[in-house]
């Protein structure tokens, strides 16, 4: 080999590489491999963009059907924090379905008791829960589960089985369990000391003396308005039958306005009271900070 044909060989040895670098770098990467549309859904659920998300996992899903139930799974659980909560549910149910005895499947009942509870569905929460609690197996989730039917209770204002439920739970073997035990078992027994009005006592207050039941749940104003109306009419109707005897139109023209004032006061009265309870304990409540785990 000449030295020419040395030159030229070292020349291909040094540009060899160079050349496969360039262009390696101009091959663009597949983004519509299954592997990188996995890898967006889960950049769009970490951004919380779940809606987005859950068409990214119906594509992935096309390609890797042997992972339909956590791909199921995750969809379902997209729904339930992008606001769709009928959907969720609905899939939630498909996937209790179709795998019955699936990984999953402790957690998609506490997911639907969940999504019930966000419904402000308490009731059903609640009692949802408490039917499918025994096949409930994981132990965190089981206890996530008592949990969140206690919360339930709280939000129906039974503050009694809300104390019971608590009170168990302060023995969990789960710390993070047990210090939410504590602070909601407190809330439950707040929330049977809080100060409330009695309807009936309300309208019997003002079957006696109008405007006393208002008086008696704190609306001043109103009691004292109830009482001049009811009064005044009630004089003026006087008045007229002194005057003119039982054919007194302004007697019966009042004293039918004044009865109607005075029916209207106990109702009102009784109504008061209702309504003073409700804000009371909405207020109470407004004060709990509640953090369902995932």
Known sequence: MNNRQKLKFALICFLSPLFLSVVGAETPPDYYSPENIRKFADFLYEQGDYLRAV???????FHRPQESEEIHY??????RFGGKSAQAIQDFEALLRTYPEGQYTSQIYYQIGATYFLMDQYEQSARYLSDVLPRITD????AEAEQLIGLSYLRQKRWLEAGEVFRGLQGSEIMQIREKAAVYSAYAEGGEKLPTRSPFLAGALSTLVPGAGRFYTGRFADALNTLFTVGF??????DGFRRDGLSSAKGWTLGTLSGIFYVGNIYGSVISARVYNRDITDEFLATLFIELPY
């Open 139 to 142: 132990r965190r989730q089981h």
């Open 74 to 79: 995750r969809i379902a659980v997209c729904y």
């Open 233 to 238: 009419t009630g004089w003026q109707a006087y």
């Open 55 to 61: 068409g990214e996992y119906q594509r992935y899903l």
